[in-house]
């Protein structure tokens, strides 16, 4: 754990220092970062560790009870940002996005094997699997597709910036059509580094994405803007761990499962926003401090527990 901690901070630090650096070249490259992640290392990456997946049964009750879990804590995200705040609906689409999505996979993961041992890994990569993937996938591309501001007018616009700005999906759909020969196991390790890879980059694109605000003054909130951000966190780092852990009370759970729950907000949520036209700042702060959350009280709290 103190290694990825570590690596977030040194990304994170990266991130800003190359901003104030670099200024306008840096933001340039965060923007070309994110569209490598989006039509490369993300799509390889769910491609391989997909076509291998070996699910076990027994997961289906916990799945279902994360479904429901997100289910609550993003109706709740859209109450709150549209009716309690009147966010437009771009920033409104971004608050859910950073509550439903979570940082399962660059940083659950790892979490995952290194506290819990490898026996719980099985258990993190279906949840990341079965429950993160479909919430980025569907709901948070849909989303931006839906409220983004960069996508078109119509309902035929938005659905086709959907399909053809969603190339992780049609990297998920070959996966699980692809016999296992398509997936020979060096690729399949490829893929494994290439998640340490994305939350190196993911890191240092939020570092970029923060130095930016802070020099516009834009992370010097108002008690009207920091109220979503507080809401987001909130949502994100307590709620959702509560109703799972509860469920668990009820219901027996992998460890993995109330560990994933637990992750802060997903730097996939910085391709959704720059993709689509969504509220990058909200998403990029959002980010920052569930990470903040997690590393300093989620994640004690979780293990002890």
């Not at 509220?279 to 920052?288: F, G, P, Y």
């Amino acid at each position: 754990m103190i290694l990825i901690v570590s690596a977030i901070i040194a990304c994170t630090a990266t991130g800003v220092a190359s901003e104030h650096w670099a200024g306008d070249a840096s933001r340039r490259a965060s923007g070309v970062i994110l569209t490598l992640m989006l039509f490369v290392l993300v799509p390889f990456e769910s491609f391989f560790n997909i076509a291998r997946l070996h699910m076990t049964s027994g997961v289906g009750v916990g799945i279902g009870l994360a479904y429901l879990a997100m289910a609550i804590a993003g109706s709740s995200a859209w109450l709150v940002a549209r009716r309690g705040f009147g966010l437009p609906a771009a920033s409104a689409a971004t608050l859910v996005c950073t509550v439903i999505i979570a940082n399962t996979a660059y940083l659950g993961l790892p979490l995952s094997s290194s506290l819990l041992g490898s026996g719980q890994l099985p258990a993190a990569v279906a949840y990341d699997t079965l429950v993160g993937g479909p919430m980025l996938l569907f709901a948070g591309f849909g989303l931006g597709a839906a409220f983004g501001t960069r996508v078109g007018a119509t309902a035929r616009e938005r659905g086709r910036a959907f399909l053809l700005r969603n190339p992780p999906l049609l990297a998920v759909v070959g996966g699980l059509l692809a016999p296992q020969t398509l997936a020979p196991e060096v690729l399949v390790q490829a893929a494994h580094v290439v998640v340490y890879g994305l939350l190196v980059l993911g890191f240092y694109v939020l570092g970029v994405n923060l130095a930016s605000a802070a020099e516009h003054g834009l992370l010097r909130l108002a008690p009207e803007q920091r109220a979503p951000l507080a809401s987001a966190v909130a949502l994100r780092m307590a709620l959702l761990p509560a109703i799972i852990g509860v469920c668990s009370l009820a219901v027996h759970l992998p460890r993995a499962y109330l560990l994933q729950a637990a992750m802060p907000s997903g730097i996939n949520t910085l391709i959704i926003a720059h993709t689509y036209g969504l509220d990058l700042r909200l998403a990029s702060t959002t980010i920052a401090w569930s990470t903040v959350v997690a590393v300093v009280v989620t994640i004690p709290a979780m293990i002890l527990l």
